[in-house]
T-cell receptor, first 112, second 114 residues
């Protein structure tokens, strides 16, 4: 089966940098996704890593180490609107397609 | 359409009743997924469609749950004889093809079973 772990909640200050970690144990790994979910809304795509290394996209960066089963999402220049749940999801390509298994999410609170 | 749409947005039903949830994926997306999110929990995979076929039904929690997709587009998730533990937000997502990474989510249907 799959096991994905991420912190339940984090608090950070506006303008600062925060790193949200995710560790996973899975078979048939086909990539790792980060999604953002504001309360009462659907998840929206942030990033996708399939190879080791850092992917940067504006204020958001995501890192993957496949050998360690580890990823992190880095948010820079935090804004109040970044307060949301951040979901780590592991993709497994099976005969049934691209199946995502989600962690329980990290609730980030950005404070003044 | 511009995005994934789901209906109804909210559904309140009595225990034992059947409910039907609808998902309309992004036009041209061949892959469609159903997830369930209970309060404070992560997303739980339910079922996946490629075209009209469902090669992966492994996530359906019981035989009270079924889903179908017709015309390679709209999908319906049916829950028979609903139980209180079925209360959750049911999310639908679609992607361009089976191998495509990014899944686009609909706004979800909040189901409350009294």
């Amino acid at each position: 089966g799959q096991n994905i772990d991420q912190p339940t909640e984090m608090t950070a200050t506006e303008g600062a940098i925060v790193q949200i970690n995710c560790t996973y144990q899975t078979s048939g790994f086909n990539g790792l996704f980060w999604y953002q979910q504001h309360a009462g809304e659907a998840p929206t795509f942030l990033s996708y890593n399939v190879l080791d290394g850092l992917e940067e996209k504006g204020r958001f960066s995501s890192f993957l180490s496949r050998s360690k089963g580890y990823s992190y999402l880095l948010l820079k220049e935090l804004q109040m609107k970044d307060s949301a749940s951040y979901l780590c999801a592991v993709s497994i390509l099976t005969g049934g397609g691209n199946k995502l298994t989600f962690g329980t999410g990290t609730q980030l609170k950005v404070e003044l | 359409g511009a995005g994934v749409s789901q209906s109804p947005s909210n559904k309140v039903t009595e225990k034992g009743k059947d409910v039907e949830l609808r998902c309309d994926p992004i036009s041209g997306h061949t892959a469609l997924y159903w997830y369930r999110q209970s309060l404070g929990q992560g997303l739980e995979f339910l079922i996946y469609f490629q075209g009209n076929s469902a090669p992966d039904k492994s996530g359906l929690p019981s035989d009270r749950f079924s889903a179908e997709r017709t015309g390679g587009s709209v999908s319906t998730l049916t829950i028979q004889r609903t139980q209180q533990e079925d209360s959750a937000v049911y999310l639908c997502a679609s992607s361009l093809r089976r191998e495509a990474g990014e899944q686009f989510f609909g706004p979800g249907t909040r189901l409350t079973v009294l």
